[in-house]
């Protein structure tokens, strides 16, 4: 017998790995950020220990050679420092915040206004696409308000995706927060849990993995209840125990994390209780803490609404010039359910974009309550009616395991604290699936009990090797 040759590794030609300076041979690590900056396998297995290069850039792994141009991207940047390479698609391109924010208005309108996190809701869902294929992976798109893709460009979409969260996320952390606390900026963290015997197919935890940041494991309840507790800075907390998984075969898990300091502090007022009052739909009251100050907002008003958008200062972070991030206040004049439940109906990414566009610098005296929500909703029904298809066994989700699935099951937790220092939201959305049925077919019966013609042959080549027409079950001489 011949000894076992050993593999062979491509080389990719006129590619240097920018971490060990060599000719890049085997896998290619290409950075989604940098128009030119590749690593060999050996190099991105140790980046997370040494940092030789920003930790939060997304890499893309290439199997095959593909020259030093990034296969179907198209890398442009603007001249003035610093540069930021931008994604440019052969498909049309993906305006990705219009689509979050359609996907958001949407959903919040069908919760009719329950506080939820909408990128974290995309987040999770993206997700869960990444193993769809056929008609279940263009229902999840079209609920997304993305393009139906086919499911080899599917990536792109991910490579944008993670991109978008780089550029806008990527900024946060590192600030000095309050009492100390070093926890003021933007954190997400995702995950896969798998049951025993069930781990999702390589691609798919690749995918997850890259593109995602994403880690993963068997399902284990207390290892999901901590996992959760510490990405969210302990802000949500959940109980599950072994029960909640037993019928689970996959569990996806997003989590978002946001604080952020106004960049002009509000003045709190401390008078008695009974002084503020906010008065509610039902026609009751409920006492709060007022916190004011007047200053020159970017505001708005018409003939039925005040809008005033409030800055919070630059989160630090390795993302320059630092994104800025506001808080939107839209008040109806009349103090009616129907009046805000007509400003809500009206948001679409592109009402917002124009409302956005009609504020004028004011001054203003602005007067809030400081409050507290926290909020765990059940989307499984609401999604359910978005892409039915992948809650039934018509469910294709073949990209995470070979054995049918179907989706179970979305949870969404929120939590979003304003006060006079600043602002909280924390968000976690579990997706649930389990083993299904495959799709139904046909079943034909077919009773052998009576003559019938047998052969033995060779599948590929059809050849037959015996045959035997059986009128006896009891042949001669037996």
């Given at each position: 017998m011949?000894?076992?040759?050993?593999?062979?590794?491509?080389q990719?030609?006129?590619?240097?790995?920018?971490?060990?300076d060599?000719?890049?041979?085997?896998?290619?690590?290409?950075?989604?950020?940098?128009?030119?900056?590749?690593?060999?396998?050996?190099c991105?297995?140790?980046?997370?220990?040494?940092?030789f290069?920003?930790?939060?850039?997304?890499?893309?792994?290439?199997?095959?050679?593909?020259g030093?141009?990034?296969?179907k991207?198209?890398?442009?940047w603007?001249?003035?420092?610093?540069?930021?390479?931008?994604?440019?698609?052969?498909?049309?391109?993906?305006?990705?915040?219009?689509?979050?924010?359609?996907?958001?208005?949407?959903?919040?309108?069908?919760?009719?206004?329950?506080?939820i996190?909408?990128?974290?809701?995309?987040?999770?869902?993206?997700?869960a696409?990444?193993?769809?294929?056929?008609?279940?992976?263009?229902?999840?798109?079209?609920?997304?308000?993305?393009?139906?893709?086919?499911v080899?460009?599917?990536?792109?979409?991910?490579?944008q995706?993670?991109?978008l969260?780089?550029?806008?996320?990527?900024?946060?952390?590192?600030?000095?927060?309050?009492?100390?606390?070093?926890?003021?900026?933007i954190?997400?963290?995702?995950?896969?849990?798998?049951?025993?015997?069930?781990?999702?197919l390589?691609?798919?935890?690749?995918?997850?993995?890259?593109?995602?940041?994403s880690?993963?494991?068997?399902?284990?309840?207390?290892?999901i209840?901590?996992?959760?507790?510490?990405?969210?800075?302990?802000?949500?907390?959940?109980?599950?125990?072994?029960?909640?998984?037993?019928?689970?075969?996959?569990?996806?898990?997003?989590?978002?994390?946001?604080k952020?300091?106004?960049?002009?502090?509000?003045?709190?007022?401390?008078?008695?209780?009974?002084?503020?009052?906010?008065?509610?739909?039902?026609?009751?009251?409920?006492?709060?803490?007022?916190?004011?100050?007047?200053?020159?907002?970017?505001?708005?008003?018409g003939?039925?609404?005040?809008?005033?958008?409030?800055?919070?200062?630059?989160?630090?972070?390795?993302?320059?010039?630092?994104?800025q991030w506001?808080?939107?206040?839209?008040?109806?004049?009349?103090?009616?359910?129907?009046?805000?439940?007509?400003?809500?109906?009206?948001?679409?990414?592109?009402?917002?974009?124009?409302l956005?566009?009609?504020?004028?610098?004011?001054k203003?005296?602005?007067?809030?309550?400081?409050f507290?929500?926290?909020?765990?909703?059940?989307?499984?029904?609401?999604?359910?009616?978005?892409?039915?298809?992948?809650?039934?066994?018509?469910?294709?989700?073949?990209?995470?395991?070979?054995?049918?699935?179907?989706?179970?099951?979305i949870?969404h937790?929120?939590l979003?604290?304003?006060?006079?220092?600043?602002?909280?939201?924390?968000?976690?959305?579990v997706?649930g699936?389990?083993?299904?049925?495959?799709?139904?077919?046909?079943?034909?019966?077919?009773?052998?009990?009576?003559?019938?013609?047998?052969?033995?042959?060779?599948?590929?080549?059809?050849?037959?090797?015996?045959?035997?027409?059986?009128?006896s079950?009891?042949?001669?001489?037996i």
């Amino acid at each position: 017998m011949d000894p076992p040759r050993k593999p062979i590794l491509i080389q990719h030609q006129g590619v240097i790995c920018d971490g060990c300076d060599k000719d890049l041979v085997g896998p290619r690590y290409k950075c989604v950020q940098c128009a030119d900056y590749d690593l060999c396998a050996i190099c991105e297995d140790e980046l997370s220990q040494q940092k030789f290069h920003d930790a939060t850039h997304v890499f893309i792994k290439i199997r095959q050679p593909s020259g030093g141009e990034f296969p179907k991207v198209t890398f442009s940047w603007s001249t003035g420092p610093p540069a930021y390479p931008l994604l440019c698609w052969n498909s049309p391109g993906v305006d990705l915040p219009a689509a979050i924010n359609n996907f958001g208005f949407d959903l919040h309108k069908t919760l009719n206004g329950s506080t939820i996190c909408p990128a974290n809701v995309f987040s999770a869902l993206l997700m869960a696409a990444n193993g769809a294929d056929g008609d279940t992976l263009a229902a999840i798109l079209k609920a997304l308000n993305l393009p139906l893709v086919p499911v080899d460009e599917v990536a792109s979409l991910n490579a944008q995706y993670a991109q978008l969260e780089s550029r806008t996320f990527g900024g946060g952390g590192g600030g000095e927060g309050v009492g100390g606390e070093e926890e003021v900026g933007i954190k997400t963290a995702s995950s896969i849990w798998y049951s025993q015997g069930r781990r999702p197919l390589p691609r798919f935890e690749e995918n997850m993995r890259v593109y995602f940041n994403s880690s993963s494991g068997p399902i284990d309840a207390a290892g999901i209840n901590e996992f959760i507790r510490a990405k969210t800075l302990g802000r949500i907390t959940t109980n599950y125990s072994p029960e909640s998984f037993e019928h689970s075969t996959l569990v996806l898990i997003a989590c978002f994390f946001f604080k952020a300091l106004w960049e002009n502090p509000f003045v709190r007022v401390d008078f008695p209780t009974s002084t503020w009052r906010f008065r509610n739909f039902s026609g009751g009251y409920e006492d709060y803490t007022r916190m004011h100050q007047t200053a020159h907002f970017d505001y708005l008003e018409g003939d039925a609404i005040q809008a005033v958008f409030l800055n919070y200062k630059p989160l630090a972070g390795k993302v320059h010039p630092p994104c800025q991030w506001t808080a939107a206040i839209l008040l109806p004049k009349s103090p009616t359910r129907a009046a805000l439940q007509a400003v809500l109906e009206s948001l679409t990414s592109d009402s917002w974009a124009q409302l956005r566009s009609n504020v004028r610098r004011s001054k203003v005296h602005l007067s809030l309550p400081r409050f507290e929500i926290r909020e765990g909703i059940d989307l499984t029904e609401v999604l359910r009616k978005a892409f039915p298809i992948a809650f039934t066994n018509a469910a294709d989700f073949s990209r995470i395991n070979s054995m049918p699935m179907t989706l179970s099951s979305i949870e969404h937790m929120t939590l979003l604290k304003v006060d006079e220092l600043g602002s909280e939201v924390a968000a976690v959305t579990v997706v649930g699936m389990m083993f299904g049925a495959a799709a139904p077919v046909e079943v034909h019966e077919m009773m052998v009990d009576r003559p019938f013609l047998f052969l033995i042959f060779e599948r590929d080549s059809g050849l037959v090797v015996c045959s035997s027409l059986v009128e006896s079950l009891r042949g001669p001489g037996i």
